[in-house]
């Protein structure tokens, strides 16, 4: 798992990808699945309610994404959502030249408690990447969370 917390400086970004991709592939990954979130306000109507969207590689297929109705999103539209020059974004277009199999997948979030965001992120990947069996496993945020933007 790997997690950015903070903006990369404009003029690192395409060598922290590169930096990125080949740790990834020198370390023996088979997959790579990054989970990002987009602005809950540049949802089209179409996008509105609950669920996650996914864009993938070639290498991927993304038909795993399909099966648990995930919606895609690509091209342009992808692109306005984490921003053309974004990391996320990067690591897909150098996935897709390296022949790398790679999910990306996005939640539209808003400002404030987004613990349910979290939960349903985790679900989501425990079904895609099937970590446990079963369908009736209970994702609780761990405590540091609680009472995090004033929720009680």
């Known amino acids: 798992v790997l997690q950015q917390r903070a903006p990369i400086l404009k003029r690192k970004r395409e060598t922290t990808c590169a930096a990125i991709m080949s740790w990834i592939q020198s370390a023996g990954f088979s997959r790579m699945v990054l989970v990002c979130s987009a602005d809950a306000t540049l949802r089209t109507d179409a996008e509105l309610g609950p669920g996650l969207f996914f864009a993938s590689s070639p290498a991927d297929g993304g038909e795993r994404e399909s099966a648990l109705h995930l919606r895609k999103l690509s091209g342009e539209r992808l692109a306005m959502v ?16 390296n022949n790398f199999p790679m999910t990306l997948t996005v939640a539209f979030t808003s400002e404030g408690d987004n613990v349910q965001d979290g939960v349903m992120s985790a679900a989501c990947l425990n079904a895609l990447l099937q970590w446990i069996e079963g369908d009736t496993v209970r994702w609780r945020p761990p405590p540091s969370w609680s009472h995090m933007d004033g929720s009680a």
């Open 82 to 97: 984490l921003g053309s020059s974004s990391i996320p974004l990067r690591l897909l277009d150098s996935s897709r030249k």
